[in-house]
Every structure is written in structure tokens, then in C-alpha cells.
């Protein structure tokens, strides 16, 4: 069974930074990409960041510039950096393993 567990939300105001980690534990392929999404009450789980075995990065359009995505892959960890963060990325953020396998998300608020 495999485990992820996220760590790092809060609150936060507008223009601050936050940093998010997501350790992956259990029996997984290493390849396996991992990434991060979010999701506001009532709309769909949106893409925010996913990131390769190879470090290969691909970001939602509304982050690029804004946010890192990195991995640690000899500690099974993803981390997100998250800088000039606005009211409107408020969300639930979760971690994915393949888009198979979920955190239970954190939440992220920016205040204006």
C-alpha cells in the first residue's frame, strides 16, 4: 500500500511564500512521476506542478514563473515551492504518485 502524506500548508498573506513536501512511503515503481494539484470547493482538481524520475517539470499555466517543483528521490519526497502567491491560489493542494495514488491534501490560504 503506498502512502502519501503532505506537509507545509498555511496561511499566508498575498506576495508571501510557502513550501510544501509530500513523502511517498510503500512499495512503488521509483520512476513513477509525482506532482501537485489542487482543488477549490466545487471545482474540478486542477493540474498545478508534476515532476519526472528525471527532474523533467511540467506546470499549470497559472503558477509558471511562480512556483518550483523539485524531488528528492533518494527520500521518496516531492517538494513545491511556492512564491508570490496570490488570493486565488487559496486551495486544497494534494500530492499524487502517477495520478494513481493521493495525499489527503493541505490546505493553502492567501489572504489579501
Known amino acids: 500500500q503506498v502512502q502519501l502524506v503532505e506537509s507545509g500548508g498555511g496561511l499566508v498573506q498575498a506576495g508571501g511564500s510557502l513550501r510544501l513536501s509530500c513523502v511517498a512511503s510503500?512499495?512503488?515503481?521509483?520512476?513513477?512521476?509525482m506532482g501537485w494539484y489542487r482543488q477549490l470547493p466545487g471545482k474540478q482538481r486542477e493540474l498545478v506542478a508534476t515532476?519526472?524520475?528525471?527532474?523533467?517539470?511540467n506546470y499549470g499555466d497559472s503558477v509558471k514563473g511562480r512556483f518550483t517543483i523539485s524531488r528528492d528521490k533518494a527520500k521518496y519526497t516531492v517538494y513545491l515551492q511556492m512564491n508570490s502567491l496570490k488570493p486565488e491560489d487559496t486551495a486544497v493542494y494534494y500530492c499524487?504518485?502517477?495520478?494513481?495514488?493521493w495525499g489527503q491534501g493541505t490546505q493553502v490560504t492567501v489572504s489579501s
Open positions: 499524487t504518485l502517477a495520478s494513481l495514488y
Open positions: 510503500g512499495s512503488f515503481f521509483s520512476n513513477d512521476y
Open positions: 515532476v519526472t524520475s528525471g527532474g523533467s517539470a
